[in-house]
């Protein structure tokens, strides 16, 4: 018996020594995240993957946000009817808020470490002017992704830290809009205007322009005109921007780089990225759209007497006899029938002009009509309407600050279609029941409207979303 | 051992008779009932010491007094036969295996018990049982063979079968799978194990039986023993069979007619009626065009033998199955040799080679039998030149798809496994074993241009490669000895590695150059698809158990396993898996001896233990960054895994209490074996979302536990035992029933289709409740008019009421007319009209919504059911097999795409057509056509089905040539069969089968339309030289 327990002892030790050197197994195609956020490398690929949040919370949902509930689109046969007729649910695509915190997580990183590794051993080439920079954008994109959660849901949860640990708090209640806006969005986009190095210009990337933009349209939203004004004439301050002439008019969706009227467009490469959603969704070769162009957009722009409207053809294909394609985001490839190609879906790029010169002027156009300064609004309309190919407005048209309001506001919609603008137009100028309740109900009498309860102008907050965070509460009536 | 024993005791005997004077000379021939020589059967006559064994060929020869002398035939595992000589002078005589020998050997882990010894609940299958099977994979020769194991079979060339212990017992599809034990390697499937290489199956049930594999043992253990050679003349055996099959019944489509009146429902959007066109001018029966007769060619080659000190076996197997869908094929090739060779009494090796190549076509289903009843039936297959169509109006040709789509597996798998027994002294032996098995996957897939949806066509492919290297080495002593005769004590304790890597590539490609050449010279490489990966983890484990016995009378076992594994934190790497058992053989206690004449044996059970489960991500407990998805502006980008890392997971443990009772009566000709358990899993691994707003979408945490109780039966009994005629008959039930007893309450309580207006199937997971069970919203009716939408305060719908003219006149309720408020609901925001779907307004408010959804029906059987059957007349068997599933619902998600309405070019099925709402006062069950939908079609109870089934699964009729007309050819021996499955099934379930394989846990029992499982008949020859 002695010499078989000592087998047993003997088999016993080999087992345990060697165990834990054995048992220890590193990922073999990730990094753990105590290896990284050391270097400047570091750093470029964490600003990298915070864009390319921007490009997936955008991918679908900007265009869901700011087109898909208007009356410039209409949901196909193969969409989600929802849209159409104020039929939200908590399951509606676009409710999901996570892509736009996945983006805020990453600016959060940035903003913990970038500091961190500017001040190390490593970082001390970085520089501070580079090192601000990476921050004003940091700041800049987390203002953005607050900026779109405050206008479409109402309040969200604040998160201002990265999230990296299990035992870290992780049921935070909604914040008011109100307190986004003035503690957060302001805030951040103020200090992104301080730290940004006002060298950079690349609109790939929110730069200083496109952080004074998103200040005046921050300001334009809360109804604040003069600093609205003011962040207006900082933009205009940098001599960079002109608006881009008509021939080229196209250039804003296709070659943004080359147009000095972007401001911030984002970058898209299919190869690497994937297609854009919004392809699938609007114009796509290999896909039914699940959106129709509507009626009032559709008969706009083949009037007659619009027939010189050069955006019409430049951004809807009239010869989809279906009306389900937008060809705006695509360089024009047309067959030996002259029918435009469409890339499918999966290999499709969109450069989502995020803000372009012409948004900001005829916002700024907006703040002068509601500051009674009408002649500097019809002004700065005709900018864009001339542009168009259109005669100018004069003021036997435009008699007064309704009018002009409603020609911006039509402006507005037939420069910016599918650019994810309009449902913020409507809001911001209070007319989403005025304007979408007689289109709905033209087309679907039972349909509710938004003047039966405007608390549906938010978004609900998505279910899942609502399970994860017991400390979240449903926008009403949701 | 014990064959050779009573071998060298009856030369002994046949020594001592020789001397006797015997007349006449007897020459005969003992086989088995499938006429297989037996050699070494102990024959001697009667009352006489006279007697000889049979040799390698199953002869013998002996000499007897006259005709009324009777000889004894005996065989260790066979039922002793006595036979009256006659006149005959020539004799064969078929022995029949007994039905259940207590003294046989089970094998368990890293060791073996006899069968009588057992304390656990153990089945054991022999390879009879599976031969008769004829299956191309083992898993589905398993399927009804022993209680408490459901097999669900697969239908496709190549698939395997899920196998599942006793329930579900986590979340997670992995986690639910069974531990294979090959030959004593571990292993996560048995699909390379040629199922006519099985010596013997053991499924360890019950946790005290399992423990000893404690990690990865929670559902259960299978441990597979491969054949080795047998002493005698060397055996060579050649299988040929051939089986067809057939589509076992079609399913009605709606023809260019019956598409022509839903055209009309459909209005401008109903396109394609142009009868000019010759895209739009057919009729096609696609079933028919895209199935064929399947056929399944199989052979195989064994050659085995053994002298004195070595053994070996070898075989061969190649199979050939072509699919009942065109050009879907699986094409197979099994080797394995396997060796043993005892220089001493004290050593001896063991080593088993084995590789197999698999290769096969896998059809995309969702384009091809799903497609086939999409597409409009009037849609060409054919240009007017003869060639092939592609993709028309949105839907592609299932035929262009079947020829022209390539998506080919090819497999490879190799293990090398060699191992010692050591024998120290005659009570202790030490085994130690290695082995290396690798196994390579390529896949291949490419669409071609014809099917490319888009515009312009372009062709798109993709290629990847995996390999896995894994590695174990295990060593073990195992004691054993005999106390003052009445005391058996049994000790083993060992340690045991293991570690795998795995690297893999896949690269994607666009614009092939040209489509014969698919290697990716010919494409242009997508870098998004285009990666590599590695992948690595490792387990280390102390194992040991305990027997006592006393008098075989009171038996008891213990097992501690320590198991570590590299998937958990530094901290939580380890766990402790114990168990114990005990039985009692009341049957020996002096109190039963007024039954001794009925009831041989009888045990009682009872074990209690704790098994595990890491069935998680390799770096799970790690938070990781990772690159290669987010690009920006040609830089990639690293962020954060959406999965935060938890480095305080730990093992989820699953514990078990078996009771059971094993009774044998009448000389072992009827058996039953009954089990109870409650098997309780707590600490499930399981994914618990995160708020969005931390930016990480889940982590994995030990949280929940689901509890399955059940009870199964097995019955075997002969009722017949003559000497043409013999019938034996096994019944296994099997009743089980899961409930998740505790939730983590961040799980998404609804699982699947979680919109309030898609048809797929919704599940509720729910803390008490089952889990399978439908949710969404039950059908009552189709509004036959708009005013029908009409309730009162309470809910209760009004009836409409019309005057001679036709005109509206007022309400009733029940009869009496009704003048109060008229209520209406209200789906998504708009009121219903006639031919909107009433739903069941459970919360009493005007909006029908995501609150008035209820559990419809659950996912999983009530009880599994199997009779195998086994009758021998002569030289003639018949045998089948009967299983049955009840009481589960199957959502038909197949009927539910087509009958949805949401694609114009997607036709319902002609049922949906005819019956569909179309004027107002229609009275049906089918909304009426709209293009889009107000909630009419949501996850209802019209598509939710019954899936029970009895399935005539297996038959098979043999007849055994006589041993002279085998000699004929030089053969021991041969037989010729009948085969057939899945002859006949009983079942209301309307698309192709109910019996569907579900790998999730959470979303179980929704049919998508897959490859529906062919009838098959086939033909074989088995011949032994």
């Given amino acids: 018996m002695g010499r078989q327990f000592v087998f047993v002892m003997l088999l016993a030790m080999t087992a345990v020594t060697g165990c834990k050197k054995f048992l220890t197994e590193k990922p073999q195609q990730q990094i753990t995240a105590g290896s990284f956020w050391k270097t400047n490398d570091d750093i470029v690929a964490g600003i990298a993957a915070m864009y390319n949040g921007v490009q997936q919370q955008c991918s679908y949902n900007y265009f869901a946000y700011g087109d898909g509930r208007t009356d410039n689109f209409w949901v196909s046969q193969y969409g989600n009817l929802a849209y159409s007729i104020n039929g939200l649910s908590n399951a509606t695509n676009g409710t999901d808020w996570a892509p736009i915190y996945t983006t805020i997580e990453r600016a959060n990183d940035l903003l913990m470490h970038v500091p961190i590794i500017a001040a190390s051993q490593e970082g001390q080439s970085i520089g501070a002017k580079a090192s601000n920079n990476y921050l004003a954008q940091a700041y800049g994109v987390r203002a953005f992704c607050y900026f779109t959660l405050l206008r479409i849901f109402g309040g969200a949860p604040v998160w201002r830290v990265p999230y990296d640990s299990v035992g870290q708090q992780k049921f935070i209640a909604r914040s008011s809009a109100e307190y986004l806006m003035d503690s957060l969005v302001l805030p951040d986009l103020l200090n992104a205007a301080n730290l940004a190095d006002t060298t950079q210009n690349t609109v790939w990337y929110v730069n200083v322009g496109g952080i004074r933009a998103m200040l005046m349209d921050a300001y334009m939203w809360k109804h604040d005109y003069p600093d609205a004004i003011y962040w207006y004439s900082r933009l205009t301050g940098t001599n960079r921007y002109k608006l881009e002439p008509t021939a080229t008019w196209k250039n804003l969706f296709i070659a943004p780089q080359s147009s000095a009227e972007s401001i911030w467009s984002l970058n898209w490469d299919w190869t690497v990225n994937g297609g854009a959603s919004i392809s699938g969704e609007i114009g796509a070769g290999n896909t039914n759209s699940q959106w129709w162009i509507s009626d009032v957009i559709w008969s706009y722009f083949t009037s007659a007497a619009n027939a010189k409207d050069i955006r019409g053809p430049q951004s809807i294909d009239f010869k989809a006899t279906n009306h389900d394609k937008v060809n705006k985001f ?33 916002l700024r156009a907006e703040a002068a009509n509601c500051t009674y300064d009408t002649a500097t609004a019809i002004n700065l309309l005709n900018a864009i309407h001339v542009r168009a190919g259109l005669p100018a407005y004069t003021t036997a048209t435009l008699v007064d600050s309704t009018t002009i309001s409603n020609a911006l506001l039509a402006e507005r919609q037939w420069e910016f279609f599918a650019e994810g603008k309009r449902w913020y137009d409507l809001v911001r100028n209070g007319v989403v029941s005025s304007v979408l309740d007689p289109i709905m109900l033209k087309r679907y009498p039972t349909a509710q409207t938004f003047a039966s309860d405007p608390r549906k102008i938010l978004w609900p907050v998505n279910a899942n979303d609502l399970n994860a965070n017991p400390a979240l509460v449903q926008n009403p009536p949701y | 051992m014990k064959r050779m024993l009573m071998q060298a005791v009856a030369l002994l005997l046949v020594a001592t008779v020789h001397a006797q004077t015997t007349r006449i000379k007897i020459i005969g021939y003992v086989i088995d009932p499938k006429g297989s020589p037996l050699a070494g059967v102990s024959v001697t006559v009667k009352g006489t010491e006279s007697g000889t064994l049979s040799d390698s060929s199953g002869r013998f020869e002996i000499r007897v007094h006259g005709p009324g002398s009777r000889l004894v035939f005996s065989l260790v595992s066979y039922e002793t036969k006595e036979e009256t000589v006659g006149k005959r002078m020539k004799l064969e005589v078929v022995l029949n295996e007994a039905s259940s020998s207590m003294n046989d050997v089970v094998v368990i882990g890293y060791g073996t018990q006899r069968k009588r010894d057992l304390t656990g609940a153990i089945t054991t299958i022999s390879s009879k049982q599976l031969e008769e099977r004829h299956t191309s994979s083992l898993g589905d020769a398993l399927q009804g063979l022993a209680a408490g194991v459901l097999v669900t079979t697969a239908a496709e060339p190549g698939a395997q079968p899920t196998i599942q212990i006793r329930g579900y017992s986590t979340f997670s599809s992995a986690g639910n799978t069974p531990l294979y034990v090959i030959d004593g390697i571990l292993s996560d499937n048995m699909s390379w194990v040629n199922p006519d290489d099985v010596q013997s199956v053991e499924i360890l049930k019950d946790a005290a039986s399992a423990a000893i594999y404690g990690s990865r043992s929670a559902n259960g253990v299978i441990i597979i023993t491969t054949k080795r050679g047998v002493e005698g003349k060397p055996r060579i055996g050649v299988q040929y069979l051939h089986v067809s099959g057939e589509l076992a019944h079609k399913l009605p489509q709606a023809n260019s007619k019956e598409v022509r009146l839903y055209r009309n429902e459909q209005g401008s959007s109903g396109v394609s009626t142009d009868s000019l066109n010759p895209s739009y001018n057919a009729d096609n029966d696609y079933q028919s065009v895209l199935t064929r007769i399947a056929a399944r060619d199989q052979v195989d080659f064994s050659a085995s033998g053994a002298s004195k000190n070595t053994n070996f076996y070898t075989s061969i197997r190649a199979l050939d199955d072509q699919g009942l869908i065109y050009n879907s094929y699986a094409k197979s090739l099994f080797f394995r040799t396997n060796i043993e060779f005892s220089p001493s009494s004290r050593f001896r090796y063991f080593g088993r080679m084995q590789f197999g190549y698999t290769t096969g076509n896998v059809i995309d289903e969702g384009n091809t039998i799903f497609q086939a009843f999409q597409r409009p039936p009037n849609y060409a297959l054919y240009n007017p030149d003869g060639s092939l169509t592609g993709y028309i109006s949105g839907r592609r040709n299932p035929l262009t798809v079947v020829l022209d789509q390539v998506n080919l597996n090819q497999n490879y798998n190799g293990s090398l496994f060699n191992q010692v027994d050591f024998t120290i002294v005659p009570a202790l032996k030490l085994t130690a074993n290695a082995v290396a098995t690798y196994t390579e996957t390529r896949n291949q897939q490419f669409l071609p241009k014809i099917l490319s949806s888009n515009n312009p066509l372009t062709n798109s492919g993709s290629e990847s490669f995996s390999r896995v290297i894994d590695w174990q080495a295990q060593s073990y002593l195992n004691y054993s000895r005999t106390f003052g005769g009445d005391h058996l004590v049994t000790l083993m304790a060992g340690t045991s590695a293991e570690s795998s890597q795995t690297n893999g590539d896949n690269e994607s490609a666009v614009n092939y150059v040209n489509e014969q050449v698919l290697t990716l010279n010919s494409g242009t490489i997508v870098p998004n698809g285009t990666t590599t990966t590695a992948t690595a983890d490792s387990r280390a484990s102390l194992f040991g158990r305990a027997t006592y016995g006393y008098k075989g009378r009171y038996l008891f076992a213990t097992t501690i396993r320590r198991d570590g594994s590299s998937r958990f934190g530094p901290d939580n790497r380890w766990g402790d898996f114990l168990s114990a058992s005990a039985a009692w053989r009341f049957s020996d206690e002096h109190f039963m001896h007024w039954s001794a004449g009925f009831l041989d044996d009888a045990k009682f059970r009872f074990s209690y233990g704790q098994t595990g489960n890491e069935s998680i991500g390799d770096y799970t407990a790690q938070t990781t960054y990772n690159f290669g998805n987010y690009y920006y502006n040609g830089i990639s980008g690293i962020a954060p895994s959406t999965t935060l890392g938890n480095p305080t997971l730990q093992w989820e443990a699953t514990t078990q209490q078996d009771a059971g009772l094993d009774l044998s009566f009448f000389r072992s000709r009827l058996l039953i074996v009954a089990d109870v358990y409650i098997k309780k899993t707590n600490n499930l691994l399981t994914q618990s979302p995160l708020p969005a707003e931390t930016g990480f979408s889940n982590y994995e945490v030990n949280y929940g536990s689901i509890r399955n109780r059940g009870f199964e039966l097995s019955i075997i009994g002969r009722p017949i035992l003559r000497r043409d005629f013999d019938w034996s008959i096994t019944y296994n039930l099997s009743v089980q029933k899961g409930v998740v007893t505790q939730l983590n309450a961040g799980l998404p309580a609804i699982q699947g289709n979680s919109a309030d207006a898609a048809g797929n199937a919704a599940w509720l997971l729910q ?259």
């Fill in chain 1, 330 to 362: 695509y360089p024009v490839n047309l067959n030996a029938q002259g029918v435009q190609i469409y890339p499918a879906n999966n290999q499709a790029n969109v450069y989502f002009a995020l803000y372009r010169l012409a948004d900001l002027l005829l």
């Fill in chain 2, 767 to 1025: 803390a008490g409740q089952p889990l399978g069970n439908f949710y969404g919203w039950r059908q009552l009716r189709v509004y036959p008019y708009d005013l029908s939408n009409a309730y009162n305060a309470q809910w209760q719908p009004l009836s409409p009421d019309f005057d001679q003219a036709g005109n509206f006149s007022g309400y009733n309720f029940q009869g009496k007319a009704y003048t109060g408020p008229v209520h209406s609901l209200y789906g998504k925001g708009v009121k219903l009209k006639g031919g909107d779907v009433e739903y069941q307004n459970l919360n009493g408010d005007s909006v029908i919504d995501n609150n008035d959804r209820q559990i419809l029906g659950n996912a999983q059987p009530k009880f599994f059911f199997a009779v195998m059957n086994t009758m021998r007349y002569k030289k003639f068997s018949l045998s089948f097999t009967i299983n049955t599933q009840w009481g589960d619902k199957v959502y038909n998600n197949a009927a539910q795409t087509l009958d949805n309405y949401a694609t114009s070019n997607i036709i319902p099925q002609p049922d949906v057509i005819l019956h569909m709402w179309r004027h107002q006062g229609d009275v049906t069950q089918v909304p009426a056509y709209l293009k889009t939908s107000v909630g009419d079609i949501r996850m209802s109870n019209r598509f939710l089905e019954d899936g029970s089934f009895i399935r005539l699964a297996y038959a098979q009729l043999n007849y055994t040539f006589p041993i002279q007309a085998a000699h004929k050819i030089f053969a021991q021996a041969a037989n010729a069969y009948i085969y057939g499955s899945n002859l006949l099934m009983w079942t209301n379930y309307s698309w192709y089968d109910p019996e569907l394989i579900s790998t999730n846990p959470l979303q179980m029992g929704q049919d998508n339309g897959s490859y529906p499982r062919r009838r098959e008949l086939g033909i074989g020859l088995n011949i032994t030289f």
